[in-house]
Protein backbone atom coordinates (compact mmCIF):
# COMPACT_ATOMS: atom_id res chain seq x y z
CA UNK A 1 0.00 0.00 0.00
CA UNK A 2 1.19 3.17 -0.89
CA UNK A 3 0.85 6.35 0.97
CA UNK A 4 -1.06 9.69 -1.04
CA UNK A 5 -1.36 13.17 0.84
CA UNK A 6 -3.14 15.93 -0.15
CA UNK A 7 -4.93 19.32 2.11
CA UNK A 8 -7.97 20.23 2.25
CA UNK A 9 -8.35 23.69 3.89
CA UNK A 10 -10.58 26.85 2.77
CA UNK A 11 -13.12 27.04 0.48
CA UNK A 12 -11.12 26.97 -2.90
CA UNK A 13 -11.92 23.39 -2.86
CA UNK A 14 -14.92 21.51 -2.61
CA UNK A 15 -15.96 17.49 -1.80
CA UNK A 16 -15.88 16.78 -5.34
CA UNK A 17 -12.27 17.59 -5.73
CA UNK A 18 -10.98 15.02 -3.07
CA UNK A 19 -13.58 12.35 -4.28
CA UNK A 20 -11.94 12.77 -8.04
CA UNK A 21 -8.95 12.32 -6.15
CA UNK A 22 -10.24 8.77 -5.08
CA UNK A 23 -11.34 7.89 -8.25
CA UNK A 24 -8.49 9.33 -10.35
CA UNK A 25 -5.99 6.76 -7.84
CA UNK A 26 -8.22 3.87 -7.66
CA UNK A 27 -8.25 4.07 -11.77
CA UNK A 28 -4.77 5.12 -13.01
CA UNK A 29 -2.53 3.67 -10.07
CA UNK A 30 -1.56 0.07 -11.00
CA UNK A 31 -0.42 -0.34 -7.14
CA UNK A 32 -2.94 0.02 -3.90
CA UNK A 33 -3.20 3.31 -2.80
CA UNK A 34 -4.46 4.83 0.71
CA UNK A 35 -5.51 8.67 0.82
CA UNK A 36 -4.37 11.12 3.38
CA UNK A 37 -6.16 14.22 3.40
CA UNK A 38 -5.14 16.93 6.09
CA UNK A 39 -7.75 19.16 6.46
CA UNK A 40 -9.09 21.42 9.30
CA UNK A 41 -12.60 19.57 9.20
CA UNK A 42 -11.86 15.51 9.82
CA UNK A 43 -15.28 14.93 9.87
CA UNK A 44 -16.37 16.25 6.61
CA UNK A 45 -13.80 14.15 4.66
CA UNK A 46 -14.57 11.11 6.42
CA UNK A 47 -18.56 11.41 5.84
CA UNK A 48 -17.69 11.02 1.96
CA UNK A 49 -17.29 7.48 2.92
CA UNK A 50 -14.63 6.85 0.54
CA UNK A 51 -12.64 3.85 0.85
CA UNK A 52 -9.03 3.05 1.95
CA UNK A 53 -9.04 7.24 2.79
CA UNK A 54 -8.38 8.57 6.34
CA UNK A 55 -8.06 12.73 7.76
CA UNK A 56 -5.88 13.88 9.72
CA UNK A 57 -6.52 16.91 11.69
CA UNK A 58 -4.10 19.98 10.34
CA UNK A 59 -1.82 20.77 13.38
CA UNK A 60 0.08 23.75 14.14
CA UNK A 61 -1.58 27.23 15.67
CA UNK A 62 -1.32 28.79 11.65
CA UNK A 63 -4.06 31.44 11.17
CA UNK A 64 -4.36 31.05 7.12
CA UNK A 65 -6.23 33.52 5.11
CA UNK A 66 -6.50 33.42 1.19
CA UNK A 67 -3.02 32.26 -0.80
CA UNK A 68 -1.73 31.75 2.42
CA UNK A 69 -3.85 28.49 2.65
CA UNK A 70 -0.60 26.97 0.45
CA UNK A 71 1.64 26.87 3.26
CA UNK A 72 -1.09 24.33 5.12
CA UNK A 73 1.29 21.48 2.91
CA UNK A 74 4.16 21.94 5.33
CA UNK A 75 2.17 20.18 8.36
CA UNK A 76 2.91 16.70 5.68
CA UNK A 77 6.68 16.78 7.03
CA UNK A 78 6.21 16.96 10.95
CA UNK A 79 7.12 13.52 12.15
CA UNK A 80 4.12 13.19 13.99
CA UNK A 81 1.66 11.83 11.38
CA UNK A 82 2.02 7.87 10.64
CA UNK A 83 2.82 6.43 7.46
CA UNK A 84 3.37 3.37 5.91
CA UNK A 85 6.43 1.82 5.04
CA UNK A 86 8.40 3.60 2.04
CA UNK A 87 7.59 7.55 0.72
CA UNK A 88 4.73 9.46 0.42
CA UNK A 89 3.74 11.33 -2.36
CA UNK A 90 2.12 14.49 -2.02
CA UNK A 91 -1.08 16.02 -4.83
CA UNK A 92 -2.68 19.39 -5.14
CA UNK A 93 -6.10 18.99 -5.53
CA UNK A 94 -6.23 20.69 -8.60
CA UNK A 95 -3.88 17.92 -10.27
CA UNK A 96 -5.58 15.76 -12.91
CA UNK A 97 -3.95 11.81 -13.36
CA UNK A 98 -4.10 11.24 -16.97
CA UNK A 99 -2.20 7.85 -16.51
CA UNK A 100 -0.30 5.34 -13.85
CA UNK A 101 1.58 7.04 -11.36
CA UNK A 102 3.46 3.79 -9.71
CA UNK A 103 6.41 5.09 -11.21
CA UNK A 104 6.65 8.09 -8.98
CA UNK A 105 7.42 6.00 -5.89
CA UNK A 106 10.41 4.26 -7.79
CA UNK A 107 11.97 6.70 -9.77
CA UNK A 108 15.20 7.84 -8.03
CA UNK A 109 15.00 6.13 -4.81
CA UNK A 110 15.77 7.99 -1.82
CA UNK A 111 15.70 11.19 -3.20
CA UNK A 112 13.27 14.29 -2.36
CA UNK A 113 11.27 14.69 -6.02
CA UNK A 114 9.35 17.80 -7.31
CA UNK A 115 8.39 19.74 -10.27
CA UNK A 116 10.22 22.15 -12.00
CA UNK A 117 7.99 25.84 -11.84
CA UNK A 118 6.25 25.64 -14.86
CA UNK A 119 7.98 28.90 -16.45
CA UNK A 120 10.19 25.99 -17.34
CA UNK A 121 8.67 26.46 -20.03
CA UNK A 122 10.10 29.89 -21.13
CA UNK A 123 13.14 29.65 -19.12
CA UNK A 124 14.61 25.89 -19.53
CA UNK A 125 16.59 26.33 -16.13
CA UNK A 126 14.43 28.11 -14.24
CA UNK A 127 15.53 27.60 -10.71
CA UNK A 128 12.46 27.67 -8.90
CA UNK A 129 10.42 24.13 -7.73
CA UNK A 130 6.75 23.78 -7.89
CA UNK A 131 5.14 22.32 -5.23
CA UNK A 132 1.89 20.44 -7.14
CA UNK A 133 3.66 17.39 -6.82
CA UNK A 134 5.88 16.06 -4.26
CA UNK A 135 7.46 12.73 -2.79
CA UNK A 136 9.16 12.51 0.34
CA UNK A 137 10.72 9.96 3.06
CA UNK A 138 8.79 10.35 5.84
CA UNK A 139 10.37 11.78 8.97
CA UNK A 140 13.93 12.73 7.20
CA UNK A 141 12.83 16.73 6.54
CA UNK A 142 10.55 17.27 9.99
CA UNK A 143 13.47 20.57 10.25
CA UNK A 144 11.66 21.80 7.35
CA UNK A 145 8.32 21.49 9.10
CA UNK A 146 10.00 23.01 12.36
CA UNK A 147 11.90 25.97 10.97
CA UNK A 148 7.83 27.02 9.58
CA UNK A 149 6.45 26.38 12.51
CA UNK A 150 9.27 28.17 14.68
CA UNK A 151 8.65 31.26 12.57
CA UNK A 152 6.07 30.83 9.86
CA UNK A 153 4.81 34.38 10.30
CA UNK A 154 8.45 35.84 8.93
CA UNK A 155 8.62 33.30 6.38
CA UNK A 156 5.25 33.60 4.97
CA UNK A 157 6.44 37.61 4.79
CA UNK A 158 9.72 36.56 3.43
CA UNK A 159 8.69 34.00 0.54
CA UNK A 160 5.91 34.37 -2.34
CA UNK A 161 4.27 30.15 -1.49
CA UNK A 162 5.57 27.30 0.14
CA UNK A 163 7.37 26.29 -2.47
CA UNK A 164 9.81 29.23 -2.43
CA UNK A 165 10.02 28.22 0.89
CA UNK A 166 11.07 24.34 -0.61
CA UNK A 167 13.39 25.45 -3.23
CA UNK A 168 15.88 27.08 -0.90
CA UNK A 169 15.88 24.68 1.77
CA UNK A 170 16.85 22.07 -1.57
CA UNK A 171 19.16 24.03 -3.13
CA UNK A 172 22.22 23.31 -0.70
CA UNK A 173 21.35 19.78 -0.41
CA UNK A 174 22.05 16.77 -2.84
CA UNK A 175 18.84 14.53 -2.16
CA UNK A 176 16.21 16.01 -4.08
CA UNK A 177 15.31 16.18 -7.91
CA UNK A 178 12.99 17.24 -10.44
CA UNK A 179 10.64 15.05 -11.88
CA UNK A 180 11.34 14.36 -15.67
CA UNK A 181 9.28 17.07 -17.72
CA UNK A 182 6.69 15.63 -19.72
CA UNK A 183 5.64 12.94 -16.36
CA UNK A 184 3.85 16.56 -14.81
CA UNK A 185 2.74 19.40 -17.13
CA UNK A 186 1.28 22.28 -16.71
CA UNK A 187 -2.63 22.50 -18.25
CA UNK A 188 -2.86 25.81 -19.15
CA UNK A 189 1.02 26.33 -20.11
CA UNK A 190 2.20 22.99 -21.89
CA UNK A 191 -1.02 21.17 -22.72
CA UNK A 192 -3.78 23.23 -23.52
CA UNK A 193 -3.71 23.76 -27.32
CA UNK A 194 -0.11 21.95 -27.63
CA UNK A 195 1.18 24.60 -25.05
CA UNK A 196 1.65 28.76 -25.43
CA UNK A 197 4.65 30.49 -26.93
CA UNK A 198 5.08 33.13 -23.83
CA UNK A 199 3.66 32.90 -19.88
CA UNK A 200 0.98 35.67 -18.23
CA UNK A 201 -2.41 36.29 -18.31
CA UNK A 202 -2.31 38.14 -22.11
CA UNK A 203 -1.93 34.72 -24.11
CA UNK A 204 -4.67 34.75 -26.95
CA UNK A 205 -6.41 32.20 -28.84
CA UNK A 206 -5.05 31.06 -31.42
CA UNK A 207 -1.40 33.22 -32.11
CA UNK A 208 -0.63 32.64 -28.89
CA UNK A 209 -0.61 28.69 -28.93
CA UNK A 210 1.37 26.17 -30.72
CA UNK A 211 -1.04 23.75 -32.01
CA UNK A 212 -4.30 25.76 -31.94
CA UNK A 213 -5.95 23.24 -33.76
CA UNK A 214 -5.73 20.59 -31.15
CA UNK A 215 -8.11 21.01 -28.06
CA UNK A 216 -4.70 19.50 -26.11
CA UNK A 217 -1.58 17.48 -26.25
CA UNK A 218 -0.75 14.89 -23.96
CA UNK A 219 2.88 13.40 -24.08
CA UNK A 220 2.65 9.68 -23.83
CA UNK A 221 4.63 9.62 -20.74
CA UNK A 222 2.56 12.32 -18.90
CA UNK A 223 0.88 10.87 -15.62
CA UNK A 224 -0.21 14.17 -14.31
CA UNK A 225 -1.64 17.53 -15.34
CA UNK A 226 -1.42 20.53 -12.96
CA UNK A 227 -3.88 23.16 -12.56
CA UNK A 228 -1.89 26.21 -11.34
CA UNK A 229 -4.09 29.42 -10.83
CA UNK A 230 -6.86 29.66 -13.25
CA UNK A 231 -8.75 27.76 -14.56
CA UNK A 232 -10.08 25.42 -11.71
CA UNK A 233 -9.76 21.70 -13.53
CA UNK A 234 -13.29 21.21 -13.57
CA UNK A 235 -14.11 24.85 -15.21
CA UNK A 236 -12.88 22.79 -18.01
CA UNK A 237 -13.63 20.71 -21.19
CA UNK A 238 -10.65 18.78 -20.04
CA UNK A 239 -11.78 18.46 -16.88
CA UNK A 240 -15.01 17.67 -17.27
CA UNK A 241 -14.04 15.04 -19.47
CA UNK A 242 -11.37 13.36 -17.41
CA UNK A 243 -13.66 13.18 -14.36
CA UNK A 244 -14.07 9.35 -13.31
Not at 43 to 63: C, E, H, I, N, Q
Not at 111 to 140: A, E, H, L, W
Not at 187 to 201: A, I, N, P, S
Request: hydrophobic fraction near 35%; charge should be negative; charged fraction near 25%.
Amino acid sequence: MKDVCIVFAGDKFTDRHITQKRLQLDRYCSVPTRLTVLTEDPARVTGLGLRDTRAVLLGGSWRFTGRELWWHKMFMFNNTITWYDGDVLYLDLDTVIVNDIAHLWTHNPGKFMICQDFNRKFIRDYPVSNSSVMRFTPGKYHELYQEFDDDGGRLIRQFRGDQDFITRYFRTREDSNWWPYNWCMSYKWEVLHGGTKHGGTSVEYPSDYLQPAEEWVIPSDCSIVVFHGKPDPYDTVFGKLHVV
